[in-house]
């Protein structure tokens, strides 16, 4: 039974279809998305905040079974090649060891589904899991320990020996690139875009910029290492997967577990009801499928926390990647062409080659337009989704070049993307549903006092720094994934929303508890917001800044059924007797006619006089029609002041604003959050972030906390945010999803801010001192 | 062995290569107190032993015998937060809240450092006995504590208004 739902597995309806929809049947937007509605945009504090500040938020390594085992792994030491002989036999004499579990022993198991390429997958690799002996990459899982303590399965871990037989590895990414090639898709889309002949165009430009980017790999860093606790319940042949899993995507590692076990995926619970940062790394990788495995093994519960070195070892992070972006541009600085190709390093194994042309897709009008990814196949852990893939890094090529045609024409970067502001999606050709880039631009650029910033680099000094302001465009597309459901319920003492979304802290619980108060007109004391549990409906991930969306679009469909239930129920003698749908709205903790204040019964009202404790709807929410009918992006621009030590090199920012256009902010307190924590995390990407990889090994040199350089405290000036706040009439309450925006466009603004500090022009991140010298 | 946590005498016989921060999760059942990296580099871990702060991670169990140690679960009096706590809530000084209780322990520690005179590395003036809680003064001494959500702004405005006194930008 699920202790958030009270509901079995049984339980677990599919949603009733409600496709074609639109968000009110009259064609017109959402009304949530007018200011101020019920406390839409209101900076609500957390409203899981008193168990997150008293240790009473509990994670997936936090909670227990009883007679639980705690795991740990040893990893291959090689990139490509076989096992040729494990010793465990230390490992089994060893104090309180209760399983050492290899490819020789381990449950026979599927291949698991992989993200992006399988409607279930949620893994990051399709590599069999710990069932032959062939090795993949440095770091692969080849033995695991179970043992009463933790202390006494490291120390088992620790003693296993492997032999190997190593064949060669491609892990030099300068040699993989020589063999680099189309992939088959790039988040389902071509690799290639063509807009007219961009390179004819760019020959004959009057004015051109042709340059390298290169952007290393990165971790996703979330605090919470991942950690799984699980078991298999019941009784032979019908046991239960029982799992605590730290997760942005529930009922999809539910679907890709089935596969990989071979049961029917009512057998899998996974309940993730607080998540210590995911950042795209929280999906399905090996540790829980092995953990799963050795349980089964076991037959015992069993505690898998990753060390931070075992998330390097086994999660994988964001590609690195090579770009070129080539601008052509008249004397107006009308772009003639903007191409922008490169090459990313991935795996056979996987399906994301790192999209940095996203952007690219929709920013600027340019004439003639061609982009390009190729991959380099190498023998890693398979790279995967980190905030904001594509755009993050692909920004920092685009806007650094942006800032480059700018001061070759002797204009200033702002006005030079105004001229280029395109009037309909460049390479779709579709009308934007809601673009104000030039007013958060201009709004931002006021805020920041950008027309004091000097033309001529190293113009400004404050003793021994040299003070410099840049600026870039922010991007991330919205969107809204099918499969999203939601269950209304409603009694006495008000209304549970419930659908198997997630909150990794981005606010979604606050937030769609403010949003679900606002849609049934119940104050938000009484709705509770019900997430994170595989057995509520709906399949949500929590990733491309889509669940608000897609929860909105589902909980309008949701609300839309519940009224239909309750004029079902209502009597001849209800004031709500005889109307439609159209007729009514929800207000006042109740529903009443709309522009008829006198006519109106409250949900107790109509309840008890039906004599129901409850009434209960769930809707599929509408498909996602807007996106087929328009370009739908958020926009920002990224302000930045940095000082650079003439001395040292030393780069400090010592301010930062994001001006940004992303529909209707739902909650001033947590947006505010979402987008500084972004930015923090592009400071990250633009100074300091980088995840080594041994050319020569393929092994991961940094994989810790204290060699991985993550910004701290120090690092981070006082970031103002501000926001348009200009509803989008084609999405669920006028809102667009703001979680991976924030990292956009930053690194290009710090690396022009240091350009026009000193004069440098660093296309190679992170920024460190030794570039600037 | 026993210990003083949270003012009260607790009682394990635990291996002696069991961190504090063992002890306190897995024996104690105290999973407030945070393990991010297992190394001392995140301060996810920070609890007060004798009311200063430190990485639970990087001390034994064994070797904190008999000493006080404060863990973020006994800050609050019953459903009443601890000032700090009631200032992360109110400044959104966090997100996923998984480095929260570190960063309130640190907090914690902080501000009795502050009573102390204890100087920071960017205390101007070493033998000042009352330093001002500048905001440099704040983030340095809080940047032992990671934040990968990226909620430092507001956990500074936590911190400074927990402090009671005027904090210069």
Redesign the interface.
């Known amino acids: 039974m699920s202790p958030f739902t009270g509901k079995t597995l049984e339980d677990k309806q599919p949603g009733v279809a409600l496709s074609g929809d639109y968000w009110r049947p009259d064609g017109r937007p959402d009304p949530l998305g007018e200011s101020g509605r019920q406390g839409i945009g209101a900076p609500l504090?957390?409203i899981?905040?008193?168990?997150?500040?008293?240790?009473?938020?509990?994670?997936a390594?936090?909670f227990?079974f009883d007679g639980m085992l705690y795991a740990a792994l040893a990893y291959s030491t090689i990139a490509n090649g076989r096992i040729v002989g494990i010793d465990t036999r230390v490992a089994e004499s060893m104090e309180g060891v209760a399983l050492v579990m290899t490819h020789e022993n381990a449950p026979r198991l599927n291949t698991p589904p992989v993200f992006l390429r399988s409607p279930d997958g949620a893994a990051g690799d399709d590599h069999p899991v710990m069932q032959n002996e062939r090795v993949h990459w440095n770091g692969q899982p080849v033995a695991l320990v179970l043992a009463e303590?933790?202390?006494?399965a490291d120390?088992a871990a620790e003693s296993i020996h492997v032999a190997y037989a190593t064949e060669s590895a491609m892990t030099d990414f300068e040699m993989a690139k020589t063999q680099a090639h189309e992939p088959d898709n790039v988040l389902g889309g071509p690799a290639e875009i063509r807009v007219g002949d961009a390179d004819a165009a760019f020959e004959t430009a009057t004015h051109r910029i042709d340059a390298t980017y290169t952007t290393p790999r990165h971790n996703?860093?979330?605090?919470?290492?991942h950690a799984v606790t699980l078991a298999w319940e019941g009784e032979g042949g019908n046991e239960t997967l029982r799992i605590h899993d730290a997760s942005q995507c529930v009922d999809l590692a539910v679907a890709s577990l089935a596969e990989v076990f071979g049961i029917d995926a009512s057998r899998i619970h996974i309940t993730s009801p607080?998540?210590?940062?995911g950042?795209g790394g929280k999906t399905l990788w090996q540790h829980q499928i092995l953990a799963a495995a050795a349980a089964k093994l076991a037959g015992r519960p069993v505690r898998m926390?990753l060390?931070?070195k075992g998330v390097y070892r086994v999660v994988g992070g964001r590609a690195c990647t090579e770009q070129r972006v080539a601008l052509g541009a008249d004397d107006q600085g009308r772009l003639t062409a903007l191409i922008h190709s490169g090459i990313a390093a991935m795996t056979r194994h996987n399906n994301l080659p790192e999209p940095f042309t996203q952007a690219t897709k929709c920013l600027y009008g340019a004439d003639n337009i061609r982009l390009a990814i190729e991959v380099a196949d190498m023998h890693m852990l398979a790279n995967t989704f980190m905030r904001a893939p594509g755009e993050s890094v692909g920004t920092f090529a685009l806007e650094s070049a942006l800032d480059e045609l700018a001061e070759q024409l002797g204009m200033d970067p702002i006005e030079l993307r105004k001229r280029n502001e395109p009037e309909r999606d460049p390479t779709s050709g579709l009308p934007f549903s809601s673009r104000h880039l030039l007013e958060a631009a201009r709004a931002g650029a006021e805020r920041f006092g950008w027309s004091e910033r000097a033309s001529q680099p190293g113009s400004r000094r404050e003793g021994e720094w040299r003070i410099g302001l840049g600026c870039a465009t922010a991007t991330y597309p919205y969107m809204r994934m099918p499969g999203a459901a939601a269950r209304i319920t409603l009694d006495a003492e008000g209304a549970t929303v419930a659908i198997a979304a997630h909150e990794?802290?981005?606010?979604t619980a606050t937030v769609q508890t403010q949003v679900a108060a606002a849609r049934l007109g119940l104050p938000v004391e009484r709705i509770r917001f019900r997430y994170g549990d595989s057995l509520l409906t709906g399949r949500v991930l929590a990733g491309g800044s889509q669940q608000t969306a897609a929860i909105g679009g589902a909980v309008i469909a949701a609300q839309r059924a519940l009224v239909d239930e309750l004029l079902g129920l209502v009597d001849a003698d209800s004031p709500l007797a005889g109307l439609s749908p159209a007729q009514v709205e929800c207000r006042d903790e109740g529903l009443g006619v709309v522009g008829d204040d006198s006519r109106f019964e409250t949900y107790r009202q109509i309840l008890a006089r039906a004599e129901r404790a409850e009434l209960v709807a769930e809707a599929d929410a509408a498909d996602s029609e807007e996106l087929a009918n328009w370009s739908m992006h958020s926009f920002g621009t990224i302000f930045c002041e940095v000082g650079v030590s003439e001395v040292t090199g030393e780069i400090r920012v010592r301010r930062l604003l994001g001006s940004f256009d992303c529909g209707r902010i739902l909650n001033a307190?947590?947006a505010?959050?979402?987008f500084?924590?972004?930015?923090?995390?592009g400071l990250g990407l633009a100074l300091m972030e980088e995840t080594l990889f041994d050319s020569r090994s393929g092994r991961i040199m940094n994989p810790?906390?204290?060699d991985y350089h993550?910004?701290?405290?120090?690092d981070?000036p006082?970031?103002e945010v501000m926001w348009t706040d200009i509803p989008d009439p084609h999405t669920p309450m006028g809102a667009h999803g703001i979680g991976e925006i924030g990292i956009t466009g930053v690194g290009a603004a710090v690396a022009n801010a240091i350009y026009n500090a000193c004069g440098k022009r660093v296309r190679d991140l992170p920024i460190t001192l030794d570039k600037v010298m | 062995m026993k210990w003083t946590i949270n003012g009260h005498v607790r009682e394990a016989e635990v291996?002696f290569?069991?961190s504090l921060l063992?002890l306190l999760?897995?024996h104690f059942?105290?999973?407030?107190?945070?393990?991010?990296?297992?190394?001392?580099?995140?301060g996810?871990c920070t609890v007060l032993l004798d009311g200063q702060r430190i990485n639970a991670c990087l001390a034994l169990a064994v070797q904190v015998q008999g000493r006080d140690i404060m863990?973020?679960?006994g800050?609050?009096e019953g459903d009443a937060?601890h000032p700090i706590?009631?200032a992360?809530?109110?400044h959104?000084g966090?997100?996923?809240?998984?480095?929260?209780?570190g960063q309130?322990c640190s907090a914690v520690g902080l501000a009795e450092e502050f009573e102390r005179g204890l100087p920071s590395a960017v205390t101007k003036d070493l033998v000042a006995s009352d330093i001002e809680p500048s905001?440099?003064e704040?983030?340095?001494r809080?940047?032992?504590?990671?934040?990968?959500?990226?909620?430092?702004?507001?956990?500074?405005a936590a911190v400074a208004d927990s402090l009671g006194r005027e904090v210069r930008?």
């Open positions: 504090s957390r899981d905040g008193a168990q997150k500040v008293t240790g009473g938020a509990r994670f390594g936090e227990r303590t933790q202390e006494q120390a996703h860093n979330a605090i919470e290492p607080f998540v210590g940062g950042f926390s060390t931070r990794m802290g981005m606010g307190k947590t505010a959050s979402q500084r924590g972004g930015m923090i995390m810790s906390l204290a993550v910004p701290v405290q120090m981070v006082e970031i | 291996d290569r069991t063992d999760r897995e059942q105290l999973s407030g107190t945070k393990k991010g990296c297992n190394q001392g580099a995140c996810a863990t973020v679960e800050l609050a937060l706590q009631a992360f809530v109110e959104d966090f997100q996923c809240g998984y480095c929260t209780p309130i905001h440099d704040l983030r340095e809080m940047s032992g504590n990671l934040c990968r959500c990226g909620a430092y702004n507001g956990i500074v930008r």
